[in-house]
Nanobody
């Protein structure tokens, strides 16, 4: 079984920063896709970013391009999302997700069905 646990959420003012972490257990980061999603109240789940653990590929939704950075620490089995220049529109529950294959590589969108494993979520709130 695969277990994912997010942490690092909180409340910040617009323009501030947060770093989200996703600790994985019973999961290999070799040559697979991982990603971050978010869901705001009353809205559908939205893909935020993906990364390929084999190296050389990341992808960001237009809404966060240039402000968010996705990264992996393979030695610590941890996925990160560095969020800078936060906006009130970024307020949402953030979820990490993991796949067993590299389906995200080379794509220009994020598909939730690529990811069979999900964390429980961590809340991010950005005030004006």
């Amino acid at each position: 079984q695969v277990q994912l646990v997010e942490s690092g959420g909180g409340s910040v003012q617009a323009g501030g920063s947060l770093r989200l972490s996703c600790a994985a257990s019973e999961y290999s980061y070799m040559s697979v896709c991982m990603g971050w999603f978010r869901q705001a109240p009353g809205k559908e789940r939205e893909g935020v970013a993906t990364i390929y653990s084999g190296g050389g590929y990341t992808y960001y939704a237009d809404s966060v391009e240039g402000r968010f950075t996705i990264s992996l620490d393979n030695a610590k089995n941890t996925l990160f999302l560095q969020m800078d220049s936060l906006k009130p529109e970024d307020t949402a529950m953030y979820y990490c997700a993991a796949s067993l294959h590299g389906a995200c590589v080379g794509r220009t969108f994020i598909e939730s069905t690529w990811f069979p494993y999900w964390g429980q979520g961590t809340q991010v709130t950005v005030s004006s």
